[in-house]
């Protein structure tokens, strides 16, 4: 099955600045890869998601780029707020019929931002 | 708010003790997913279903089970219960059978075992 790894498990910038994550899919079969926000005392709720036939989206700060050769995928905020501080997973999933397919998360990335 | 309810918010119990947590998906939604979400593992899928039936499974352990009825609101059943099982369980809802649409995730289930 699907195995996704992300990095960094924890990231602290300074407002204004901006912040990368990134995250490697195991299953060449996966075309669908979000991300998702989660704030504290809530649950997962996505901001922006990248199909397989596009190589990058974008969302006013938020960015997405995939990379089908290599598997892997990066989100990217400008401008980073406070407001940004959270808990962002990524991942993928591959199409139905698959054994056991379903949206696979990554172990989630601390982002904080300081002011 | 997402449209998803979960209870309890909040469930303390006993090793050995069997519980159950319910969800009530987004009007209209017919999957329901269950996820499990431990500081180490995060986010870990256990199981779909899709209008009543098992669509996908994920690593669900035996002790645990889960359905879907008829109005398309789902349990999860946890039996046996170890400490390893203390977590914090969340369930989404969307409105196909596919993977590659928005979860809408309720606000969790907190599961202490002590």
């Given at each position: 099955g699907e195995n996704v790894e992300q990095h960094p498990s924890t990231l602290s910038v300074q407002e204004g600045d901006s912040a990368v994550i990134k995250c490697t899919y195991s299953d060449s079969a996966s075309n669908y890869f979000p991300w998702y926000k989660q704030e504290?005392?809530?649950?997962?709720?996505l901001i922006i998601d990248i199909r397989s036939n596009v190589g990058e989206k974008k969302d006013q700060r938020i960015a997405v780029t995939l990379n089908k050769t290599a598997?892997?995928?990066?989100?990217?905020?400008?401008?980073?707020?406070?407001?940004?501080?959270?808990?962002?997973?990524?991942?993928?999933?591959s199409p139905p019929g698959q054994a056991g397919?379903?949206?696979?998360?990554?172990?989630?990335?601390?982002?904080?931002?300081?002011s | 708010d997402s449209g998803v309810t979960q209870t309890p918010k909040h469930l303390i119990t006993a090793t050995g003790q069997r519980v159950t947590l319910r969800c009530s998906p987004r009007s209209?939604?017919?999957?329901v997913y269950w996820y499990q979400q431990s500081l180490d593992q995060g986010l870990q899928f256990l199981i779909q279903y899709y209008n009543g039936e098992e669509r996908a499974k994920g690593n669900i352990l035996e002790r645990f089970s889960a359905q879907?009825?008829?109005?398309?609101?789902?349990?999860?059943?946890?039996?046996?219960?170890?400490?390893?099982?203390?977590?914090?369980?969340f369930c989404a809802s969307t409105q196909g059978g596919g993977n590659t649409g928005e979860l809408f995730f309720g606000e969790g289930s907190r599961l202490t075992v002590l």
């Amino acid at each position: 099955g699907e195995n996704v790894e992300q990095h960094p498990s924890t990231l602290s910038v300074q407002e204004g600045d901006s912040a990368v994550i990134k995250c490697t899919y195991s299953d060449s079969a996966s075309n669908y890869f979000p991300w998702y926000k989660q704030e504290l005392g809530k649950g997962p709720q996505l901001i922006i998601d990248i199909r397989s036939n596009v190589g990058e989206k974008k969302d006013q700060r938020i960015a997405v780029t995939l990379n089908k050769t290599a598997k892997h995928f990066s989100l990217h905020i400008t401008e980073t707020q406070p407001e940004d501080s959270a808990v962002y997973f990524c991942a993928a999933s591959s199409p139905p019929g698959q054994a056991g397919t379903a949206l696979i998360f990554g172990k989630g990335t601390t982002l904080s931002v300081s002011s | 708010d997402s449209g998803v309810t979960q209870t309890p918010k909040h469930l303390i119990t006993a090793t050995g003790q069997r519980v159950t947590l319910r969800c009530s998906p987004r009007s209209g939604d017919l999957s329901v997913y269950w996820y499990q979400q431990s500081l180490d593992q995060g986010l870990q899928f256990l199981i779909q279903y899709y209008n009543g039936e098992e669509r996908a499974k994920g690593n669900i352990l035996e002790r645990f089970s889960a359905q879907q009825f008829p109005d398309l609101h789902s349990e999860l059943n946890l039996s046996s219960l170890e400490l390893g099982d203390s977590a914090l369980y969340f369930c989404a809802s969307t409105q196909g059978g596919g993977n590659t649409g928005e979860l809408f995730f309720g606000e969790g289930s907190r599961l202490t075992v002590l």
